[in-house]
């Protein structure tokens, strides 16, 4: 990355056209003292023609095609499919000879080096995220939020954006938390000089310091069906339980349990239920002859008529190459899904682990196969293909949102970025690490009760549970979340595991990812444009 604010040097010219509609003369001659002026004034609808622009954009940064041809690093999701493929749970394919790309085959880091488009897109995206936030904070010093709502509003969510992306790089290219270990470059405003590294600990206070701010300026904003800055309603904007979903993680990733169970607390008042059973994953409503895994029936691929009431952030019907990873997931999907071979599977090894008698058994296939399966063919016809023992049915569908099974059909899902149950790991997890192990295993029985198919509900102690309540905590974390948001990759980073393939798995190649590999290098234009890096 050349220095984010090269490319967005000045907010100004976003209001060159304000002036008429402001009634200000002469025409798009707007200054930078009038915008504040007009801030200050608390109208709501002067501010809404100077800032609403830039302020209803900052949720999708999350979201945004990111540049490029490559579907695999465009956007967020994608970014972290590859992450996906960097741990032991995901088996990708069959065989060697099935792959049209290797991201599975890389070992951690060695296959995104610092010049490496899957390596620097991961610094540009968190970095472009940072740039928008400061874009807007820019205009919003305290002086000139005032008492406005509308401004704490627009406020808040541009610093759970910042915070967000600050923590998505720290993920990416720092190790486990220490104080003293190396941290990032802060830039608290749009330009201004390059800066060094900072310490974690610093970069972590800047980060901490964001989100309580946003925490406060929420609650003060009387956003949300209650006013009290909880937009429940609407899965697709930042608010407060986006701000305290952040917060939960930040904190645990920093050891400030206390912290992380108190925002997990905020956003379960919120958020209580999750999927229910019949929508727990694919399901086949037609024949073994004739299948028909409606994606409108999957909580996972559909939010309509409150099929996933887990959803605290994400994105409705989604059609483009952002979404593409759904569709990889997807083995009955085009493209890097099934229609290619490069099936994503579970290892057996996680596979034999989970309870006959829990839902997410169901979400795959165990050791049995669909022979005959009918693909289509993104440039138009069909191929026979079986579909292999072990692949993912969680995120399966044969007709897509609109009910056809249709090739454009198969790319189009709601996708889910943030949802009730990593709350409930994040807050067990907090809590076993802090020396609750009671409290640990009644959050962890509250999911296990949920995730019950059949007969005696199931807990902790008839789960089958071995070694400590953490290790329960980290085999939940394995099934519950696998295959979203590269979270196996950024767990066994937090935890100190390495991701190994082994032997007696059902893996194409058994290589061990070591928690060392697990860590990006600072690209090499970045300590190129920046002469404190080096």
Request: glycine content about 10%.
């Amino acid at each position: 990355m050349k220095k984010y604010t090269v490319i967005l040097l000045t907010s100004l010219w976003i209001f060159s056209s304000c002036a008429d509609k402001l009634n200000l003369a002469p025409a798009n001659q707007i200054t930078q003292e009038q915008i504040m002026a007009i801030l200050a004034s608390g109208n709501e609808a002067q501010i809404d023609v100077v800032l609403g622009s830039i302020a209803g954009a900052i949720p999708t940064w999350i979201h945004r095609v990111l540049g490029g041809s490559d579907s695999r690093t465009n956007s967020l999701l994608n970014l972290q499919y590859v992450n996906n493929l960097q741990g032991s749970d995901i088996v990708l394919g069959l065989d060697a000879t099935s792959f049209g790309w290797d991201a599975y085959g890389f070992v951690g880091k060695d296959g995104r080096n610092a010049i490496n488009g899957f390596n620097t897109t991961y610094w540009g995206f968190g970095w472009k995220c940072v740039a928008e936030a400061n874009r807007l904070l820019d205009f919003l010093p305290d002086e000139v939020v005032g008492e406005s709502k509308k401004l704490k509003n627009y406020k808040a969510s541009a610093l759970t954006l910042r915070a967000f992306a600050y923590n998505f790089l720290m993920e990416n290219y720092r190790g486990a938390y220490r104080s003293d270990g190396e941290g990032l470059m802060i830039y608290d405003k749009l330009g201004g000089d390059y800066k060094p590294f900072s310490t974690a600990g610093d970069t972590y206070d800047f980060i901490k310091q964001d989100l309580a701010d946003a925490v406060r300026l929420f609650g003060e904003s009387g956003i949300g069906e209650d006013g009290d800055g909880y937009t429940v309603a609407n899965t697709a904007d930042i608010d407060l339980t986006v701000a305290n979903f952040v917060r939960a993680r930040v904190s645990l990733l920093t050891g400030d349990y206390a912290t992380a169970i108190s925002a997990c607390n905020a956003v379960l008042a919120k958020y209580p239920n999750l999927i229910a059973v019949e929508n727990y994953g694919g399901k086949n409503a037609g024949t073994d002859d004739a299948l028909q895994f409606p994606a409108v029936a999957n909580a996972f691929l559909s939010f309509a008529d409150n099929k996933n009431p887990e959803v605290i952030f994400g994105f409705a019907d989604v059609n483009d190459s952002r979404n593409a990873s759904s569709t990889w997931m997807n083995v009955f999907g085009l493209g890097l899904g099934g229609e290619t071979g490069e099936y994503a599977r579970i290892v057996n090894t996680l596979y034999d682990r989970i309870a006959p008698n829990d839902v997410r058994k169901g979400a795959f296939l165990g050791n049995a196969t669909i022979p005959n399966y009918e693909y289509l063919i993104a440039s138009g016809g069909t191929s026979i293909r079986t579909v292999p023992s072990y692949s993912n049915l969680k995120f399966a569908a044969t007709h897509g949102l609109d009910g056809k099974k249709e090739s454009a059909s198969l790319n189009r899902f709601d996708i889910c970025y943030m949802r009730t149950s990593e709350v409930l790991l994040m807050k067990a997890e907090a809590q076993a690490k802090n020396n609750d192990d009671a409290g640990a295993k009644a959050t962890l029985n509250t999911l296990l009760a949920a995730r019950t198919a059949s007969g005696e509900t199931l807990t902790c102690d008839n789960y089958g549970m071995t070694g400590s309540v953490l290790d329960m905590v980290k085999l939940q974390w394995r099934i519950e979340m696998w295959g979203e948001n590269g979270l196996e990759y950024y767990n066994n980073k937090r935890w100190g595991v390495d991701a190994v393939r082994t032997p007696d798995s059902n893996h194409r190649n058994n290589i061990t990812i070591t928690v060392e590999k697990m860590t990006l290098d600072i690209p090499d234009n970045e300590r190129l444009y920046n002469p404190n890096l080096n």
